[in-house]
């Protein structure tokens, strides 16, 4: 039995938080087929915190033979119907369980979130897992709500379609949101009474570990779920050619979900979902009658989580008539912004994932400005003392021919634009190979009401940003993806549509 399901007692101080978390870090074996197990291989690979670059623990470095036991162990189970065939109402309680325990145990998962990630506590806390938690008590509150369909037949035949869940599904998810990811995807998968296995990101697999062992607590049945640690070329590459995997849900890079679905194309055609960040605008037209709230959400809507977030509205296009006032307000808004420790509860705006991740956007940045860019605001590293990966909020002014404009950064880099008139502001929003989110500020229902239709993405706010929720789905257009998170849409994305049709004597 791992150690990650001892309950830290709640620690106030942060060396009381830091050797709370480090005791209950140093365990980091896979879970699998409901055992706690080193990689076959016996190898392991560092874990370090971007918040002082230290190394937390050794994480179990799976790779395809880890993952076919993974798989063997979900079709097991899946076959069995140890977990599909119970009764709507038991799994619904079970995962009900679960979501109870997560909340019990919301405290750690926030510290551990906190402590893999560096991004501040506060959001681990407001946000992160409260957000999985809801997740998971969505899907267990949908699960006995998904009915079939009954066709229209001759007297002498009863046709239907039910929703059979596919079997096995592989989830491959990122660092940015680690649990909160995990659970937009395994909470549907498990409902819809699939089998799963979960391959976390490398630099994030703690609070997945962590709710595995939760998930047997909450009565999970050996095998229905497993925790497959390791790198994203080995065990996420195996589990993506795996000849018994249903489906892969995806949520990271372009590149990488390309080689997806080459390697479901090369297997057993598995499915594939893909959830691929983008480069997403914010538009702000004159007539907004909110610019502060408007201010406020430019920069929150990219400066959120240090930049790393899929939907970040990293292009501000503002009409140019009113660009200059407008800048100054984001300016002042990200200036407001405090950078500091992760675990600091006042801290907004914490480490990022990795020294990696830290130089790509430091790269961009000098990038963008050898591409003609000004830089109106930070452009560095900071808090470089602390060991950890910092940059600082950023601006630049730019062109529509800037990379800035063109390559998503995944990190703290807004570029403002200007434009002249409504149809400029839609084709340069437009000209990019992304559509994942994107924003209108207007007081025009007018226009409002044009923009929604004429901005191709899989999200449209206008006059607030990141303005849903779990009700709603969530995906991309373009080379954003395609297939969507959150929603009752998710929940019939882990199933397949079987048609009956009996044939009696009328
Ligand atoms: P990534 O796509 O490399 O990793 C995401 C997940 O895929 C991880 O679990 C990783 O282990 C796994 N993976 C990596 N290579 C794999 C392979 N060959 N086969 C199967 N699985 C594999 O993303 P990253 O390295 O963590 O970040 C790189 C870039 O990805 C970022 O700069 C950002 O642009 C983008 N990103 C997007 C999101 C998003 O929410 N859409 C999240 C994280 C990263």
């Known amino acids: 039995m791992s150690a990650f399901s001892t309950p830290l007692s709640p620690a106030t101080d942060l060396d009381g938080v830091m050797a709370a978390l480090s005791a209950v870090a140093k365990p980091a074996q896979a879970f699998i087929g409901g055992s706690w197990v080193d990689a076959r291989s016996g190898k392991t690979f560092d874990n370090h915190t971007p918040r002082d670059g230290t190394l937390i623990n050794r994480i179990a470095a799976c790779d395809a033979a880890d993952v076919d036991t993974a798989v063997i162990a979900a079709r097991t189970a899946f076959e069995d119907g140890r977990w599909t065939r119970l009764a709507p109402k038991a799994r619904k309680q079970v995962l009900h369980k679960l979501a109870d325990l997560m909340s019990a145990h919301a405290e750690n998962l926030a510290l551990l979130e906190t402590l893999d990630t560096g991004k501040p506590i506060r959001d681990s806390r407001a946000v992160d897992i409260p957000l999985a938690i809801n997740t998971t008590r969505y899907y267990a509150e949908a699960l006995d709500k998904i009915y079939g369909e009954v066709g229209p037949t001759p007297d002498n035949r009863l046709s239907y379609a039910v929703h059979e869940p596919l079997g096995v599904i592989g989830a491959i998810v990122p660092w940015n949101f680690p649990l909160h990811m995990a659970m937009w995807k395994v909470a549907p998968a498990l409902a819809m009474g699939n089998s799963v296995v979960l391959k976390p990101a490398e630099l994030s697999s703690m609070t997945a570990l962590y709710v595995a062992a939760l998930a047997v607590e909450a009565g999970v049945p050996a095998g229905v779920f497993n925790v497959v640690t390791g790198l ?6 195996a589990l993506a050619r795996h000849m018994d995997v249903d489906m892969i849900a995806f ?4 590149p990488v ?27 702000v037209f004159a007539d907004c009658a909110a610019l502060d709230a408007a201010a406020q959400n430019a920069a929150w809507g990219v400066f959120y989580n240090q930049g790393q977030v899929c939907t970040a509205a990293s292009r501000l296009f503002v009409e140019a008539s009113i660009k200059d006032a407008f800048v100054e307000k984001v300016i002042a808004v990200a200036k407001s912004i405090k950078v500091g420790d992760p675990f600091d509860p006042a801290t907004q705006f914490g480490a990022m994932i990795s020294e990696r991740q830290m130089h790509t956007a430091l790269g961009y940045i000098d990038k963008g400005q050898a591409d003609g860019g000004r830089l109106l605001l930070g452009g560095h590293r900071v808090q470089t003392e602390t060991g950890g990966f910092y940059v600082e909020p950023s601006l630049l002014d730019i062109t529509a021919d800037n990379v800035l404009a063109r390559e998503e950064v995944f990190g703290p880099v807004l570029s403002v634009l200007a434009f002249t008139d409504e149809a400029e502001a839609y084709r340069l929003a437009n000209d990019t190979v992304y559509g994942l989110a994107s ?62 049709s009996i044939t009696f004597k009328a």
């Open 257 to 283: 979900g390309r080689q997806l679905m080459r390697a479901a194309a090369d297997s057993n055609l598995k499915r594939v979902s893909l959830e691929l960040g983008g480069k997403s605008p914010q538009i």
């Open 251 to 254: 949520t990271g890079s372009g």
């Open 439 to 500: 924003g209108v500020w207007t007081a025009s229902l007018d226009r409002a009401m044009r923009a929604t239709k004429a901005l191709k993405a899989g999200l449209v706010w206008v006059n607030g940003w990141d303005a849903c929720d779990i009700t709603m789905p969530f995906g991309g257009f373009k080379q954003s993806g395609f297939g969507r998170d959150r929603s009752l849409h998710a929940l019939y994305k882990y199933a397949d549509l079987k048609a009956v």
């Open 232 to 237: 994203g070329h080995e065990a996420g590459d």
